[in-house]
């Protein structure tokens, strides 16, 4: 019997809140999504690539999950949450009114991989990036994680806030580059580049570790410190964070607003000349 891929899923009318979705690309990936009558979807604001006419669209307050029905200020503190963590006052709400099926698909801004997980697989919970929820099934809640010590929030790279996403339906996070995922066991350490941690279970450890001696520092190029993650659980490392990928780009404009650094670096200005660049 062939192993199922993990990039599509067909959903089981045994298990609630579960959907059919295929994810399509490689490097540039999106994410469609096959619902049923009366069945929702909600995603992030401005990740719609396109969609079926039976499916109805509606811009919600807060993350749209069912817990913040009850009134104004459930809303209102939903809505805070995903403000601190970087992402929109507002969510998007795609539910088919029609009859067969319908689809939706939804895509990541960044280049990189769209990574699906049932969160009822990993005790209901999730520990992400400030903004790598892109889409999920509705009713997963977007909350705020704070880093417990002091130390790990100034310098592990995404500050005190990352995202905690919570609930028993499946989500779909966006991650930059190439997508690894370990299992460590109790007591297990590995050390990541705070940059390239993209998510772990809240039963991994997340301290810092420094990168080293002096000379490292200074002359590494890999920061002052490395995500050190203990056991057990499991996470996930992105080869290509977009803040790394930024850095990169604004490196190589540098002070001339973006002109071509590449051929006519070494010959200045005549090099630009020569290769076409002026």
């Known amino acids: 019997m062939p192993h199922p891929s993990p990039w599509q899923h067909h959903r089981s009318s045994s298990i609630a809140d579960d959907i059919d979705f295929e994810i399509k690309g490689q490097e540039l990936q999106f994410l469609e999504i096959e619902l049923d009558p009366g069945e929702s979807a909600v995603a992030e604001a401005g990740a719609l690539v396109w969609k079926d006419a039976a499916v109805d669209m509606t811009t919600v307050f807060g993350d749209g999950s069912g817990g913040q029905g009850a009134g104004f200020m459930g809303k209102l503190l939903g809505a805070g949450r995903r403000l601190v963590t970087g992402e929109s006052l507002f969510t998007t709400v795609f539910t088919h009114?029609?009859?067969?099926?319908a689809r939706v698909a939804f895509a990541s801004p960044t280049?990189?991989?769209?990574l699906p997980i049932r969160l009822g697989d990993l005790g209901g919970r999730l520990i992400c990036q400030k903004d790598s929820f892109l889409a999920a099934a509705k009713g997963v809640s977007i909350g705020v994680h704070f880093q417990k010590r002091v130390l790990t929030g100034l310098f592990g790279g995404e500050?005190?806030?990352?995202?905690?996403?919570?609930?028993?339906?499946?989500?779909f996070v966006q991650m930059g580059g190439t997508v690894v995922e370990r299992t460590l066991s109790?007591?297990?350490?590995l050390h990541v580049d705070t940059g390239c941690l993209a998510a772990m279970t809240d039963t991994v450890d997340?301290?810092?570790?420094?990168?080293?001696g002096v000379k490292s520092v200074l002359f590494g190029g890999e920061g002052l410190f490395f995500a050190r993650l203990r056991g057990p659980g499991k996470v996930w490392i992105q080869s290509l964070p977009f803040s790394r990928l930024a850095g990169r780009m604004l490196a190589a404009a540098g002070s001339r607003g973006g002109q071509n650094r590449g051929e006519g670096s070494i010959l200045g200005g005549l090099g630009d000349f020569v290769g076409g660049n002026n």
């Open 97 to 101: 009114q029609g009859h067969g099926k």
């Open 111 to 114: 280049p990189g991989a769209i």
């Open 159 to 171: 500050g005190f806030i990352m995202q905690k996403l919570e609930g028993d339906g499946w989500v």
């Open 186 to 189: 109790a007591g297990e350490e």
């Open 206 to 212: 997340f301290d810092l570790v420094t990168a080293g």
